[in-house]
């Protein structure tokens, strides 16, 4: 039996089940539960919030389980050495020490989501498109969380895709400890059992979540468009190829010069947002088209609230000019 090197730095404690204690993920998918069903932009923020977390905690519990057997590093470090120096391996060997994760990357994964779902698409547990969603799932927490920049509209919308792709994502784990024994009165869970709380009594029709995100997607395609026909105007431009060279150089300048630069692209994120609409196939296909479209949005609209945070300061003020203020 070969040296065994699990992924978990907490492997070897005596109760070992408890590092994959499923009692409180059930918790937490009550809660998440609770909170989308509020109805209100609180309660999705802290939705979205939770659903990050337990994604984490899935991925993380699959790479410790694909990671759980393979063998130590000194071991695989012989081996190699044995090879490297001419020795012969059988194809077996060989093909361990090839596909062995050695401390440097296991360290990677344990800091990044990023690593630990690059693995797992590696191993086959996830597609390139799921690893999209679920990464950029922690990007929209990170932005609800961190910087609270994540449109509040969409945030429902988000929490309820993400039911449904994290609920996948659980029922496809196969976790290290699929039984227990607890001194802990309140009754065992298992991973069997959480399987579809996550969705529920929900009705999950990809059409009219298309339907949604065209509506979002349009709407900020839209505010684009506006934002850079007011910074055209402001800077007397009739088309994006010809500006005033006498322009002052600060950054009002830069931020409505920036703004008629992307005109070029409105047609096509334009086009992108109407085509949500026919993405019904699946879910995943409907996320990575709308992910792709708001990575490119995202990248443009803080030049068009601080625009529209101008033009409504330029407002107040001429308001209050005339009332004599």
């Known amino acids: ?112 989501l990023h690593e630990r779902t690059k693995f797992l698409m590696q191993r086959g547990v996830l597609t390139l498109q799921e690893r999209e969603v679920l990464d950029r799932l922690h990007q929209y927490r990170n932005a609800a969380y961190h910087r609270d920049t994540l449109e509040p509209e969409l945030t429902s919308d988000l929490v309820l895709a993400f039911r449904v792709l994290a609920d996948e994502l659980l029922c496809r784990h196969r976790p290290i400890a699929w039984t227990m024994t607890s001194s802990d009165p309140a009754p065992i869970v298992t991973p069997q059992q959480l399987r579809g709380r996550l969705v529920e009594g929900v009705d999950v029709d990809v059409k009219s979540m298309a339907s949604r995100f065209h509506g979002h997607a349009v709407k900020r395609v839209q505010a684009i468009w506006e934002a850079v026909a007011t910074a055209q105007q402001l ?26 630069d992307v005109s070029k692209h409105l047609p096509s994120w334009r086009k992108q947002a109407e085509g949500l609409k026919s993405k019904t196939s699946s879910l995943t296909d409907l996320m990575i088209a709308f992910i792709n479209l708001d990575r490119a949005l995202s990248r443009i609209e803080p030049s068009v609230r601080r625009l ?6 330029w407002e107040q003020s001429r308001i209050d000019e005339l009332r004599g203020k």
């Not at 009002?252 to 920036?258: F, K, V, Y």
């Not at 529209?308 to 300061?313: A, K, P, Q, R, V």
């Open 235 to 260: 800077l007397n431009v009739a088309g994006p190829e010809e500006g005033d060279a006498s322009l002052p150089d600060d950054d009002m300048a830069h931020m409505l010069t920036g703004l008629t």
């Open 1 to 112: 039996m070969p040296l065994m090197q699990p992924f978990a730095s907490d492997w070897d404690r005596v109760t070992v089940q408890q590092a994959e204690q499923w009692n409180w993920l059930a918790v937490e998918i009550t809660e998440i539960r609770r909170c989308a069903e509020a109805g209100d932009q609180a309660h999705d923020r802290l939705a979205l919030i939770l659903l990050d977390h337990l994604v984490e905690v899935v991925v993380g519990r699959e790479v410790n389980a694909q990671l759980a057997l393979q063998m130590a590093d000194s071991v695989i470090e012989e081996m190699r050495e044995f090879r490297d120096s001419g020795g012969q391996l059988d194809e077996q060997l060989s093909r361990l020490v090839d596909v062995h994760v050695g401390p440097d990357r296991r360290k990677d994964m344990d800091d990044r």
């Open 308 to 313: 529209e945070m101008i033009l409504d300061w």
